[in-house]
């Protein structure tokens, strides 16, 4: 140890100390710019979005139609028009009406919606069936018959809660 007091007096040098000063303040900084990145990125991507004042005029227009009565009908099994082999559709339909009246007068005519689906769902074949075209070509058709059947109710939408081909 004398002999460095004696090199460092010749040299004329002290040794530097590393000063635990600037360490702190540079993890500081950073803690704080990881904190204000992190904060940016809730804020922009994370964060839930605030709820839409309903107060505003001009927001009605922009909201969805109320979902209206379901009246859900009894599953269809109907064999498919397949020269190929034996092919079964089961298929359940639930239907969107206005009124809970329609709903009422609806069940009346159930026996008569039910088979303008069997007449129209024996007539296809498995090909017509399962592509996604094919869908939606059956529930269109099915919706102007419904709608021909149960004047003077109006028929919003079909839905086919299950749909599986065998």
Do not use: C, H, W
């Amino acid at each position: 140890m004398a002999e460095d007091d004696a090199k460092t007096a010749e040299d004329g040098e002290k040794p530097k100390k590393k000063s635990k000063k600037m360490l702190f303040i540079i993890f500081g900084v950073a803690i704080l710019l990881l904190g204000g990145g992190g904060f940016f990125a809730y804020t922009t991507f994370l964060a839930p979005k605030p709820i839409p004042d309903e107060s505003i005029p001009g927001l009605e227009a922009n909201l969805p139609e109320p979902v209206g009565e379901i009246f859900t009908m009894k599953p269809f099994v109907v064999n498919l028009a397949d020269p190929k082999g034996k092919r079964y559709l089961k298929m359940k339909i639930s239907l969107e009406l206005e009124t809970v009246e329609a709903v009422e007068r609806t069940q009346k005519i159930a026996p008569k919606l039910r088979d303008i689906v069997i007449m129209m769902l024996t007539s296809l074949t498995f090909e017509e069936v399962m592509t996604p075209e094919g869908k939606l070509q059956i529930r269109d058709e099915l919706l102007e018959r419904f709608k021909l059947a149960a004047r003077p109710d109006k028929i919003k939408n079909i839905y086919f809660s299950e749909f599986v081909v065998q």
